[in-house]
Structure formats: C-alpha cells, structure tokens
C-alpha cells in the first residue's frame, strides 16, 4: 500500500514571507513619520527678534524666544541656548521705546497691507488671486466675475476697473474697493 505524506505547501511559506515584508515595510514608515517634526509657528517675528536685538544690543538672528516668569523676569533665551533675564517693567518700558522709533522694513509693511487688504475684501465679499509683491497688485473678483485691479504703492491704495486706465487712489483699501462701485456685503 502506498502512503502519502502530506508537506507544507510552498504557497503557505511565500505568504507568510509577503506578510512579514510588508510588516517591516510599515513599520519602517511609521518610524520615518515619527521622525518627521511637524513645523510649528515661530511665536516671534522678525520685528520682535529686531526690536529685542535693539534692547539688549545683539544680532536679532541670534534670539530664539522670550519668557516671562513669575510675573516679574523675562528671559530671552538665544540660538546658541544661553539665557539672560530682565526686570519685567523695564524690558516694557524700553520695548514701548524702541517700537516707537524702529522703522517698518518694507517686507513688514507688505505683511500689513496685505491683512489690510484681506479684511477688506471681506468686507465687500471679495476674493484677491495671488499677490505680487513686486508691484502689490492683484485682480479683485466678485461672484466669479472681475471686478478690477488694486493696488498699493509708496504713496497709496489704487485700484482700476480695467487693465489700462486711470487709477483711483484712496487712503486705504476699502476706499479704493468701493471706488470700483462695490458695496459692503450684508451678512444675511
């Protein structure tokens, strides 16, 4: 009589080898992304770091951030991890100082006209396409249709309803929007 003896498939081995490949696989990507530091907002700017740089007579690169502790020190802790505290009321009083006289770099001030410029189409239920900071354009739309260009440059706001033609100016962009004969959005 003829016995058979029945083995292990081959089938059962490579699946278990295919299991155990993409086992590694994904924990080698759960690794990689447990390593990949999600990017966190710098709490300073940069003209907080230039105005910290001004009161204690550094380089503003050079600061990473600042504390207050107890109500009563602040400390400002550098790149290069070393720390120096300040009397609370003094770093104040001298912060109130230097803001007063520090310049806006033109960068700062693109950042402010552009929030000016964005609480204002909000008003007028406006949408802007991308800014270009070169000039400070950008195409103004309402409902999916052109409205017209605003802009700002070193002496004011301007906006046009066409590609060529005469600017309107006004002091802010709100004056300049309704100058294109838009009105406020009402909130329905």
């Known amino acids: 009589m003829t016995y058979v003896t029945h083995t292990r498939q081959a089938i059962a081995d490579y699946s278990v080898d295919k299991q155990a490949a993409a086992q590694a696989e994904l924990d080698k990507y ?3 992304q447990a390593e990949a530091v999600a990017p966190t907002k710098d709490p300073l700017t940069s003209r907080d770091r230039r105005i910290i740089g001004e009161i204690i007579q ?3 690169e050079s600061v ?7 109500g009563i020190t602040v400390w400002v802790r550098f790149v290069n991890g070393s720390c120096l505290p300040f ?10 100082e230097v803001k007063a006289t520090l310049l806006e770099t033109p960068r700062e ?35 999916g249709h052109f ?32 100058s294109l004969g838009v009105r406020a959005a009402v909130a329905a």
Do not use: M
């Open 30 to 32: 759960i690794e990689t």
């Open 64 to 70: 990473r951030t600042i504390w207050l502790e107890g």
């Open 87 to 96: 009397d609370r009321n003094w770093f104040a009083t001298r912060v109130a």
């Open 109 to 143: 001030r693109n950042e402010r006209l552009s929030d000016e410029l964005e609480k204002a189409c909000t008003v007028f239920g406006l949408y802007h396409g991308e800014v270009d900071w070169l000039s400070f354009s950008t195409k103004l739309y309402q409902d």
């Open 147 to 178: 409205v017209g260009f605003i802009g700002c440059n070193k002496q004011s706001w301007y906006a046009r309803p066409r590609q060529y033609g005469v600017n309107r100016v006004a002091a802010s962009a709100e004056q300049v929007i309704a």
């Open 58 to 60: 550094v380089e503003p």
